[in-house]
């Protein structure tokens, strides 16, 4: 299967974190390789290939001239990575759209409608801060000109950085023309847990849907003092207040069913010796629905609270991203299973704590999800992993879908 060796061609690209963690950010050269990539794969396959005008990339196979059906079905998923991520976060998507392509030309099929392969930019938001950018500007979820602005951790801008890699950003924005001939958008990722992991196990997924998620800031401000005289009881330590803070989440999380992480703190001025002035924590909390969620959040809160009063120390809370519960198109969902029923693929339906493209995409077109078997559940990190069976599986399924809804 040509999957091994589109694998093989994108595996050294960006791969810089001793451990084999993969550091690929928008814009930058291990990324801009990763473009390449794709680029040479699409040539090599005579798909036509382009840029949006928000940096997303298209490969497309085009159905014999003058017999086009509308509604073009789209694949893919993106190329960039987490600070020291996993090698199938988005790529395997990519991956494996180019490989199904592959076998149905194998098996003599020619599409009705046009076929795309599609690899969002700045998916993961680990460089400007803002997940699945290149699909929220495309889509209109995100106003161009506060994008433009946004900064990467050197101050360099999302516009200076387009520019620099050859893109204009003053044409970002949403792209009607585009999104308006597309039937439905189907990606293939691999799964960011144990659901199918875990007993009877299954190599193949479909997504039900994606939990509601988001991220809040909390700050607490304290008094800085010097860790060798300040007595322990005048104290105003805004680290005391988040470690409690940090300990009620796990706890509030694990009584209601949700998830609350702190992933990221930020402590000023960050001496060793001293007590610090303030303490910056961001909140990533996920549910199963929304009410959980605004639970979650109001009790952790809460908690926040209680503690910094107790000791001398001011909190502020503010969200910094919200995404509501998405629920895939049903119809899509249920055609794919009846699909990959028939051939024999067993692929049971789960909800997703993770979020990506297709659910921004959900909310202009029928969406769906494939998972692939991820035996440790690892994500976002360098032991992320699918066997290259359950891989090989995933690009057979992902072809008898794109067959059965482009190819006749
Ligand atoms: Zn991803």
Redesign the pocket.
């Known amino acids: 299967m040509s999957l091994a060796r589109l694998w093989e061609s994108l595996l050294p690209i960006g791969r810089e974190d001793p451990a084999g963690g993969y550091r690929r950010y928008a814009f930058t050269q291990a990324e801009m390789a990763c473009r390449s990539w794709f680029r040479a794969a699409a040539a090599e396959r005579d798909l036509a290939v382009s840029a949006d005008r928000n940096a997303n990339l298209w490969a497309w196979w085009d159905p014999p001239a003058g017999d086009c059906a509308p509604g073009a079905i789209v694949t893919g998923?993106?190329l960039d990575s987490v600070p020291d991520g996993g090698a199938f976060?988005?790529p395997l998507g990519v991956a494996s759209g180019f490989a199904a392509i592959d076998l149905l030309r194998e098996r003599g099929r020619v599409p009705a409608r046009a076929v795309a392969v599609a690899a969002f930019c700045e998916?993961?938001g680990a460089r400007f801060g803002l997940a699945c950018l290149g699909s929220r500007l495309l889509t209109g979820a995100q106003d161009p000109a506060a994008a433009r602005a946004l900064r990467d951790g050197a101050g360099v801008t999302l516009a200076e950085a387009m520019t620099a890699a050859g893109y204009d950003p003053a044409l970002i924005g949403p792209d009607e023309d585009l999104l308006g001939g597309i039937g439905a958008f189907v990606e293939l990722?691999v799964e960011q847990g144990r659901a199918l992991a875990e007993p009877p196990g299954a190599a193949i997924g479909i997504a039900a849907g994606i939990w509601p998620h988001g991220r809040w800031r909390f700050e607490f401000t304290g008094q800085a003092d010097h860790a060798g005289t300040a007595r322990l009881a005048g104290r105003r330590d805004p680290m005391l207040p988040f470690a409690a803070t940090a300990l009620a989440a796990r706890e509030c999380a694990g009584s209601l069913g949700t998830l609350a992480t702190f992933g990221k703190i930020a402590a000023e001025p960050g001496g060793v010796n001293a007590i610090s002035s303030s303490v910056r924590a961001w909140l990533d909390a996920r549910a199963p629905d929304q009410d959980g969620l605004d639970l979650t959040v109001i009790r952790i809160h809460a908690a926040a609270e209680h503690a910094a009063r107790r000791h001398g120390v001011a909190l502020s809370v503010a969200p910094e991203s919200l995404t509501p519960p998405v629920g895939f198109d049903p119809e899509l969902r249920d055609r794919i299973a009846a699909v990959l029923g028939a051939a024999g693929i067993d692929a049971p339906v789960l909800a997703t704590g993770a979020g990506?493209d297709a659910g921004v995409l959900a909310a202009r077109m029928p969406t769906a999800m494939l998972f692939v078997r991820n035996p440790s559940g690892v994500s976002h990190a360098p032991a992320e992993h699918a066997e290259p069976a359950d891989c090989e599986l995933g690009v057979i399924a992902l072809a008898a879908v794109l067959e059965d809804l482009a190819c006749r």
């Open positions: 998923s993106h976060d988005g998916e993961e990722h990506h």
